[in-house]
């Protein structure tokens, strides 16, 4: 129980009468160890008896926080802002207080914790996010206009490095053992070196076709050209009610893609797809 559950113990049993000692061996055989003593049961007795409402304790005239002014707190603001990696010791030394009040001035105040950069695949310009983002809103609205419609006819790709071994995650190295005996071991392994390149292309209801890029090759834009031709026929063959709907493609903006526009021969295989073409 916390110190205020057993004052307001004291406090109930105080107007049933009893006395200190009798209240002392109530709380004693009921609470065991976590009884309060004697001598604080006497304590807050007599403060109840004069009158004493509060259960908590009494404000303290500690120290005056000199170095947590308003003023303060605002430079260890500005100078968070303006360099977010600072350490809290170079922040006491430029402002003039202790570490120990910086740190209470950035968790208490401000609010603020320092946190690792998380690992993304790429940085996105603002260009790259409006595209992005303009991308977004044209989708949601063909969702909007028919669901069903546009579920059958979004088809998306992308490209991947497949190792020929991926070593087994944590999770997946989990077996059952009995208790006391030895956790299982494993070696060390990494990604193997070999690797292979492939091109991924799927829509609502699962992979159409899966091209993986030849030892020596790389995909330029009449690779390219050649996998969106196999993509018409993958499409034809395994979504036959498309043969007469219009695609609505999309893909991400690396190079290869958006040489649509400027490469005749992709431009031309591109039209005679009758692709709705979404890049972002």
């Known amino acids: 129980m916390a110190n205020f559950e057993h004052r307001a113990v004291i406090k109930y049993l105080l107007k049933k009468g009893m006395s200190f000692t009798e209240i002392y061996d109530d709380m004693l055989n009921t609470?065991?160890?976590?009884?309060?003593?004697?001598?604080?049961?006497?304590?807050?007795?007599?403060?109840f008896k004069r009158g004493r409402i509060s259960l908590e304790d009494d404000p303290r005239s500690g120290r005056p926080k000199t170095?947590?002014?308003?003023?303060?707190?605002?430079?260890?603001?500005?100078?968070?802002?303006?360099?977010?990696?600072?350490?809290?010791?170079?922040?006491?030394?430029?402002?003039?207080?202790s570490k120990?009040?910086?740190?209470?001035?950035?968790?208490?105040?401000?609010?603020?914790r320092k946190l690792s950069a998380r690992w993304v695949p790429r940085l996105l310009t603002m260009e790259q996010k409006r595209v992005r983002s303009?991308?977004?809103?044209?989708?949601?609205?063909?969702?909007k206009r028919n669901t069903r419609d546009f579920l059958r006819r979004f088809v998306t790709c992308d490209e991947t490095w497949v190792h020929y071994y991926t070593p087994e995650s944590k999770q997946q190295s989990k077996m059952w053992t009995k208790r006391g005996e030895p956790a299982p071991k494993k070696a060390k392994t990494v990604l193997s070196a070999g690797k292979v390149m492939a091109s991924v292309f799927w829509d609502a209801k699962?992979?159409?076709f899966?091209?993986?890029?030849?030892?020596?090759k790389t995909i330029n834009g009449e690779y390219y050209a050649n996998l969106l031709n196999?993509?018409?026929?993958?499409?034809?063959?395994k979504r036959p009610g498309m043969n007469k709907k219009k695609v609505l493609f999309h893909q991400d903006n690396a190079p290869v893609h958006s040489c649509t526009y400027r490469t005749p021969r992709i431009h031309q295989i591109w039209h005679h797809l009758t692709f709705t073409y979404f890049l972002s």
């Open 100 to 112: 120990e009040r910086v740190l209470y001035i950035l968790h208490e105040e401000l609010d603020m």
């Open 31 to 47: 609470l065991g160890e976590g009884c309060p003593s004697y001598t604080t049961i006497r304590k807050w007795g007599n403060k």
């Open 230 to 237: 196999r993509l018409k026929t993958a499409i034809a063959e």
């Open 206 to 208: 699962g992979i159409l």
């Open 134 to 143: 303009q991308m977004s809103i044209n989708n949601l609205e063909f969702f």
């Open 67 to 97: 170095a947590t002014t308003p003023e303060m707190v605002d430079k260890v603001h500005d100078l968070m802002l303006n360099d977010r990696r600072l350490k809290a010791s170079e922040i006491a030394e430029a402002v003039g207080i």
């Open 210 to 216: 899966i091209d993986y890029l030849q030892k020596g």
